[in-house]
């Protein structure tokens, strides 16, 4: 989080650096300094770069939103084989299908410390989930679809772990640096100044760099996965529950 706060500052502190190396070097020779006709290709890289990056990251985001979808499909065709069960059977299904959703909903950090401690409780509660169904032709009912959503589940949880190589953001945060630097230069070779081209490249990379960073990491963006159809399943399957009688 302090990246984020810091990062505008540098980027403002870099321009500022160009700008004066090229008042520095007209008040030296006496005139502008004369651009080398390479900064367009420099510029180019940097923003093919960053469109690469940012890519990736959208696409990250999106894997681990099928990955939800998935799940969705497992817990949905779980309660559906429910219904060919014994009562007692089928109840059982859903308190571990409202378990199951509700680990995961309680637990929205996504850090790795967390997340393993998300994915301990998710084996748990299979494991106990199994234990009740005696019934080998209930369980031969079930296995399949219990199998899909538990392979779905360990996948998206396993996914909020996958990070973009930091070799690439370490690139991007000192190509943009740099290409900050060299806009400053640039504005500063000019006989006119302008300072809404600075201002405009300030503002776009600091929201592209916080978006990529949020997109790649759930733990410190503001961009959190969607859990709304899990809510959903999980409204629906608690409706059908019967009420336990008091003794």
Not at 19 to 36: D, N
């Amino acid at each position: 989080h302090l990246f984020s706060y810091l990062f505008p500052f540098l980027l403002i502190g870099f321009l500022l650096f160009g700008y004066y190396m090229a008042r520095k070097r007209e008040k030296k020779a006496g005139k502008a300094a004369k651009l080398s006709g390479m900064e367009g290709s420099v510029i180019s890289f940097f923003a093919l770069l960053i469109s690469f990056t940012l890519a990736s990251a959208g696409s990250s985001m999106k894997d681990r939103l099928n990955l939800i979808h998935q799940e969705s499909d497992g817990l949905a065709q779980l309660y559906r084989n429910s219904v060919f069960l014994s009562d007692s059977s089928s109840e059982v299904v859903k308190l571990f299908i409202i378990r199951h959703i509700d680990i995961q909903l309680q637990d929205k950090q996504y850090s790795d410390a967390s997340n393993d401690l998300v994915i301990a409780k998710i084996t748990a509660n299979g494991g106990e989930f199994l234990k009740k169904i005696s019934d080998q032709k209930e369980m031969s009912t079930i296995l399949p679809s219990f199998n899909s959503l538990t392979s779905s589940t360990i996948k998206l949880l396993y996914s909020y772990e996958e990070r973009m190589p930091k070799i690439v953001m370490i690139l991007l945060v000192i190509s943009s640096l740099l290409i900050g630097a060299l806009i400053g230069f640039m504005n500063g070779s000019t006989e006119e100044r302008h300072y809404l081209a600075p201002f405009i490249y300030v503002i776009l990379v600091t929201i592209t760099i916080q978006a990529i960073r949020d997109l790649d990491n759930p733990a410190v963006g503001t961009v959190k996965p969607s859990f709304s159809n899990l809510s959903a399943i999980r409204s629906m399957v608690s409706e059908t529950l019967k009420p336990v009688k008091a003794e």
